[in-house]
């Protein structure tokens, strides 16, 4: 039976219903399920092999994005965050992309690139025709060096010259990686072909590593939003119930997306406003590949190096009008992976592929950005209406209420009294929790 993201209330619901209608809707059994997110994956003998000087574990919450439809397909996506709205803003915002048809995203090619330096050359131009007229021999010797890669129909496929200046050549293979992130594959073949390339061009053999800008391994995220369903939200003020719409005070849809394109138009701009534009997107991108895994180091790299590409920091994401709709497209390298690494020993991250129902590194990649455009426009329509505090902070005051002592239903009986006080404090928080316990 396919999968159904849209489930009304499910923030309402304690810990272990969640958990067993996850479990139902993703086909994964309760039982490991709920081991898996007690234990938090590993434990501390686990991570001694994963990596050095080991003391423990560092838990981090691990949550599920709701009412994602992407490329016409019902989808739940794992997030791990620490930082609250981001799990709740996606979903909302996902809500509303879904009712105008879900996202649409793509792969474009799907090849890591291998870099091959070279220095103190003496004739760049000559060494640049000795390599290409040796592509077929170094992509040989790269596809020796990763057999595996090659029975599972990856390998080198492409080879450039670039010419840096002041004697440096650069040497770029492209690699299919199929599943895999590649980071090892890539630094394998750059390896294998580096010291054939520097006699070539006769010169010194630098480094042999791939590069984080993976451009010709970029998703693309496109979607449309009604302009009346980007002032509609959820009756309680939360982005996670959904069940329950209503208008926004004060605001038309019409101005909301107005507002956004206005946003986004200062984004295009402005680098001081892109480089938070682009941090509401890798919200939602860097909590899909954490939950998954992944390295969101190389991914952070990757899309703030594309950003500056053209000499100017520049925001990943655009939205425009058309058609009377407010259209969102979001375009940058990444690079995810569902084999190898940390993926062969960490169990919450193979749970959270099971639950999203991941198909091959390009799927995943399509789930992240889709991830990321959803955030993107969830902060961007606050900023056009309440302005990104409220449901910030009415999300934190559920955090601040937990550190007070609430337990259970006092967690948000407690965090609506802060809001409505406006003083989100943890001594405001254990007065409140007084006065409710004394009154119960």
Known sequence: MPVSSRIPGFYRLPLAERRAVIAAAADVPLHRLSQVMDDGGIDPNAADKIV????????????IALNFRINDEDRLLPMVVEE???IAAASNAARMVREAGGFQAM????????QV????????????????????????????????????GGGPRELSVRLLGQGVVVVHVQVDCKDAMGANLVNSVAEAIGPRAAALAVG?????????????????????????ALVMAARNGSGGTLESWAPVPGHQGEDVLDGIVQASRFAELDPYRAATHNKGIMNGIDSVVIATGNDYRAVEAGAHAYAAQGGRYKPLAVWTKRDGQLYGELEMPLSL????????VHPTARIALELAAVKSAAD??????????????????????????????????????SAAGALNDEVERVALALCQSGQITVDNARAVLGHLRRVD
Do not use: W
């Open 204 to 228: 010194q053999l630098g480094l042999r590593i791939l590069t984080n800008l993976c451009d010709q391994r970029r998703v693309k995220v496109s979607c449309r939003v009604n302009a009346h």
């Open 337 to 344: 992976g569902i084999v190898g690494g940390t993926l062969r």
């Open 364 to 401: 995943l990649a399509a789930l992240a950005g889709a991830a990321g455009l959803a955030s993107n426009l969830a902060a961007l329509r606050a900023l056009a209406t309440e302005g990104i505090q409220r449901g910030h902070m009415s999300l934190h005051a559920r955090s601040v209420a």
């Open 52 to 63: 050095e000087n080991v003391l423990g574990v560092y838990g981090l919450p691990f949550g």
């Open 117 to 152: 330096q070279l220095f103190d050359v003496p004739d760049a131009e000559r060494a640049h025709r000795a390599l290409i007229e040796a592509t077929e021999e170094l992509l040989a010797l790269g596809r020796d060096a990763v057999p595996n890669l090659l029975k599972r």
């Open 84 to 86: 609250p709205s981001v």
């Open 107 to 114: 792969i474009e090619r799907e090849l890591m690139t291998a």
